[in-house]
């Protein structure tokens, strides 16, 4: 029987500072998560906010980290849905977690203010059309 795990786009907003790591033979990857905001709730509550945990390897991994900081509007193109498994050692209780494995993802806001050049002085407030 066929099946596929693709999954995306998100985006949300970082939940802490990149911390960009590499592996034993090099390979540099950040894991981060993101905050998806729900919209309004029917009820008049609060919206809820989800928190999805995201990994992201190689040159994507590297120019996430160069630019994106807690609270940037992150979005991840693609990727896929995997199972972490693992035996927890105090109490040897099996546990799991499910994030997303981008293989792209970008920085919404990467261009900054300073990056901007000043508006020349010339320009009109209201160009007539």
Known sequence: MPSLNRIGPLMGHLTADLELKHTQDG????SFTIGIN?????????????????????????NLAKTAR?????????GRLQ????????SNQPRSRIKVRASRAFHVEA????????PADDVPEKVPF
């Open 27 to 30: 390979t540099p990857f950040v």
């Open 38 to 62: 729900g919209g309004k709730r029917a009820d008049g509550e609060d919206p809820r906010t989800d928190f999805i945990p995201v990994e992201l390897w190689g040159g994507w991994a590297e």
């Open 70 to 78: 807690k609270g940037s509007l992150i979005l991840v193109a693609e």
């Open 83 to 90: 199972q972490d498994r693992w035996v927890e050692r105090r």
């Open 111 to 118: 261009q900054y203010a300073e990056d901007v050049p000043e």
